[in-house]
């Protein structure tokens, strides 16, 4: 089973996140050109998907399917991937807009995939 660890919080200017197995920027412009490591970046706020990795983009076609609105789209697609190889930790960015605003990002690293 996936694991799931607290989160990175930070307020004030936007830091960069690496790979932790490549090195390679994790939020590079639009996922354009993703590590191989990246599984997947869920934006709770938004309740979507904002990057998939082609080999589980039929897990998330497989959840858009589903009539439950309390299924939890990161923790659906953990479980079916089902690999003890992956971290997953959400990365909390805070600051003030027009008031205090803040946006939770749960980004999804495959240790051992190596495509």
């Known amino acids: 089973m996936s694991r799931i660890i607290p989160n990175v919080c930070y307020a004030g200017e936007f830091q960069k996140y690496y790979c932790p197995v490549c090195g390679k920027e994790i939020f590079n412009e639009g996922y354009k050109d993703p590590c191989a490591h990246l599984l997947f970046s869920y934006v709770i706020e938004g309740g979507d998907f904002e990057y998939v990795a082609p080999r589980i983009g039929n897990l998330v076609e497989e959840l858009a399917k589903e009539d439950d609105p309390d299924i939890d ?29 803040s946006i939770s990002d749960c980004i999804a690293i495959d240790f051992d995939n190596t495509l």
Do not use: M, Q, R
């Open 73 to 101: 789209p990161v923790e659906y697609v953990l479980e079916k991937v089902n690999s003890e190889s992956i971290l997953c930790f959400t990365i909390v960015i805070e600051g003030i807009g027009c008031g205090p605003v």
